[in-house]
């Protein structure tokens, strides 16, 4: 049963709706849908399943491009209805010819419907019969010709032309995998199709006598032979002093201390103990306040796609492409948009993009584009580009607000700490990061206290310990083999006291597949309700970055005792400047999680950390 069948534009206007009398739909599928699928560039996949107390629906739609309209249609995921694709192609097609942009309520369009809903419940059950006859035809019918093969054609032990023999040639020497042309079974046997080797007057067979063209001792004595001549010519050119050979000089161990410039130890006083360097006012601003400046070379953009363009023009030619940007098409095909989407995915590709998200990527661009008409004096490749160019800013752009600075004062005044946990895999550079961000709000006159929750990994709480020395902020530790989520707690409990501002909270390594640690972040999360959960991933990773994000939300998910489970809320991009234009990973893991890219780490000093510009980015993906 079809529970809702929804017509409205692209901007958000509803034009016609259907509902079936005394159901309503429980939650809200559509704006789910129109929020985690439309927006984010996931309408190439066939249908999309939500959950709601009570209910399972499955949501199909189509697209009318030209007019800028879409056809969403709601039903029960148990009925598996065979007829709601057909249903959304004949109403797209009714629709699109009574569409007026002026009209805003369409009453008329309910017999129609209705009229349409019939003939595609009929045609569904025709197919249904169709294929439940014709499966007993097509049994039989498989029978029949096995018959024939088995009985007629040489199968078994039938005899062929006159021949009592098997398939084996009549030599009692059966061979599996190919038919024999010979029956001698004393002689070789010959694959069909293979090509016999000639028999030479010795009595064998080319490639094994020792007179063939690969005879070894031949080769080994040219080899020999060879040598003799090489010796000979640089003996004849012993005029020519040789190059002397460069001796490695022997290294001298000294006892010298080392240079001043390359110690980075905290200066120690004579009792032996270490003193506090305080190096906030050293380092200088930090690059999260900077603006980066964006320069937009559209010049050479313009040229540089104008030469890929006719370059991958494919199988059109430059006359029939060229023809077609000046008169314009009618209603683009996917046939047309096929080989400018296959080079923006190869290229995608190239910037370490994951190919399931370039591919998932392109199938939308393709149903965006697909039924509209191209304007003159455009080529199709420049459309897909603009088209892909404007889905990437609409995936990268946060989707609601990062200001941390604002969240922090907001818990601030409610008397609360604003608590922020540092998740990932091992060796992201989870704690080095963390004391950027400790370094950044330190700046804006926020206190800071950090908390050694990564009691797993040897020398996590003393590497934390340092950062928090050089600048002079408190931590909470409390060694090592300890509940991390209790720590966590009593560190909270600890900043209400102390009247810290925000509570850095860094966790333990841990593999998204190890699930003891999974399930002691689970913890973590549940018993302390941080406000913001920030995964630290590297840029380097590539498709690894898919795997790790897909499965630490269905972790964060699936072991939480929560009805409604936290999920990653941000990501924080480490060794940015390591990677030049290899910048896809930002993409995957942003397209894979929905979750924004809050910081970047781009260096190694207390500064380097900033915002995501994606504007540069998108303009490195598509060059």
């Known amino acids: 049963m ?58 199909k739609w189509a697209f009318h491009n030209e007019l800028g309209l879409v056809f ?40 129609v419907f209705q009229q349409l809903k019939k003939e595609a419940e009929a045609l569904a059950e025709e197919m249904k019969k169709s294929k439940q006859v014709g499966k007993p035809a097509n049994n039989t019918l498989g029978k029949k010709q096995g018959q024939v093969q088995n009985g007629i054609i040489g199968g078994g032990n039938k005899k062929k032309n006159g021949d009592e023999s098997g398939s084996d040639g009549g030599d009692g020497d059966k061979i599996k995998g190919r038919q024999l042309e010979n029956g001698n079974s004393k002689k070789k046997h010959v694959g069909k199709g293979e090509i016999p080797a000639k028999i030479n007057a010795t009595g064998k067979e080319n490639g094994t006598s020792n007179t063939g063209a690969f005879d070894v001792n031949k080769l080994q004595k040219l080899r020999s032979k060879g040598g003799k001549k090489t010796d000979n010519v640089v003996s004849k050119g012993s005029k020519i002093e040789p190059a002397k050979k460069i001796t490695k000089k022997n290294r001298v161990w000294d006892d010298s201390p080392p240079e001043p410039k390359l110690d980075f130890t905290d200066p120690v006083s004579e009792n032996g103990e270490e003193i506090a360097s305080a190096v906030a006012t050293d ?64 290229r995608l590709m190239t910037k370490n993009v994951a190919e399931e998200i370039a591919e998932k990527l392109c199938e939308s661009v393709a149903a965006s584009l697909e039924g509209k008409k191209l304007a003159s004096f455009t080529r199709i490749s420049s459309t897909v580009q603009a088209a892909m160019e404007e889905a990437l800013v609409r995936i990268l752009t946060p989707r609601r607000s990062i200001d941390i600075l604002r969240d922090v004062h907001a818990a601030k005044e409610r008397g609360k700490p604003y608590v922020v946990v540092f998740v990932g895999v091992n060796g ?106 920030l995964f630290v991933g590297e840029a380097l990773v590539g498709n690894d970055a898919v795997d790790q994000l897909t499965k630490f939300n269905q972790k964060l998910g699936d072991l939480s005792p929560s009805p409604n489970p936290r999920l990653i809320d941000g990501i924080l991009l480490t060794k940015f400047d390591t990677i030049d234009d290899k910048v896809g990973a930002a993409l995957s893991m942003v397209y894979v999680s929905g979750a924004p890219v809050m910081f970047v780490g781009c260096g190694q000093s207390y500064t380097d950390l900033k915002k995501l510009n994606v504007k540069s980015i998108v303009k490195t993906l598509l060059k």
Not at 12 to 37: H, M, Q, V
Not at 77 to 102: A, C, N, T
């Open 2 to 59: 079809l529970e809702q069948l929804l017509i409205f534009t692209r901007g958000g206007l509803i034009l016609w709706t259907y509902k079936e009398f005394g159901n309503a739909l429980r939650g809200s599928p559509i704006d789910t849908l129109i929020r985690s699928c439309l927006l984010e560039e996931r309408s190439g996949v066939a249908s999309y399943n939500y959950d709601a107390p009570g209910a399972s629906y499955t949501l």
């Open 283 to 346: 380092q200088g601003d930090s690059m999260m306040d900077k603006e980066e400046i964006f320069s937009s070379d559209s010049e050479t953009e313009e040229e540089d796609t104008g030469k890929d363009n006719n370059a991958k023009m494919g199988k059109k030619g430059w006359f029939s492409s060229m023809f077609q940007s000046i008169a314009g098409k009618a209603n683009l095909e996917k046939s047309d948009l096929e080989p400018a989407l296959k080079a923006l995915k190869d």
């Open 72 to 111: 969403v249609a709601v039903y029960q995921r148990i009925l598996h209805l065979l007829y709601v694709d057909d249903l959304l192609s004949m109403v797209k097609q009714e629709f699109s010819e009574i569409y007026d942009p002026k009209r805003t309520s369409y009453y008329d369009f309910d017999d």
């Open 428 to 533: 992201v550079g989870k704690s080095t990061n963390l004391a950027k961000v400790a370094y950044w709000l330190q700046q804006h006159k926020i206190s800071v206290m950090m908390a050694a929750c990564d009691t797993f990994r040897s020398g996590a709480v003393e590497q934390l310990r340092t950062h928090a020395r050089r600048l002079q902020i408190p931590i909470f530790e409390k060694g090592y083999e300890k509940d991390p989520a209790i720590v966590a707690k009593e560190a909270i409990q600890e900043a209400l006291r102390n009247g810290s501002d925000v509570v850095l909270v860094d966790t333990a390594g841990r593999m998204q597949d190890n699930e003891p640690l999974m399930r002691a972040l689970s913890k973590l999360i549940y018993v302390n309700t941080p406000d913001l959960i």
